[in-house]
């Protein structure tokens, strides 16, 4: 049987997701709503366009960066 659940360690902390997540999902599940928002999955950028199609993994190391484009 397959885990229901994966952990993840998003902004350094561990959290439980649903298996098959992904990073849209993430996304929605924390509420961010950065349009600037860069994702990093295992110190890797991630193209906005594969957040739909970038299934999480037991054990990813998922950063979420917020650039501030003040001045």
Excluded: S, W
Aim: charged fraction near 25%; hydrophobic fraction near 40%; aromatic fraction near 8%.
């Amino acid at each position: 049987m397959a885990a229901q659940y994966i952990e993840i360690i998003f902004n350094g902390v561990k959290e439980k997701v649903p298996a098959g997540a992904t990073i849209a999902e993430l996304i929605i599940k924390i509420g961010e709503q950065d349009k600037h928002l860069i994702v990093e999955r295992n110190n890797t950028f991630i193209h906005p366009h594969a957040y739909p199609v970038t299934t999480l993994d037991e054990g990813d190391k998922i950063e979420f960066i917020n650039p501030d484009f003040g001045g």
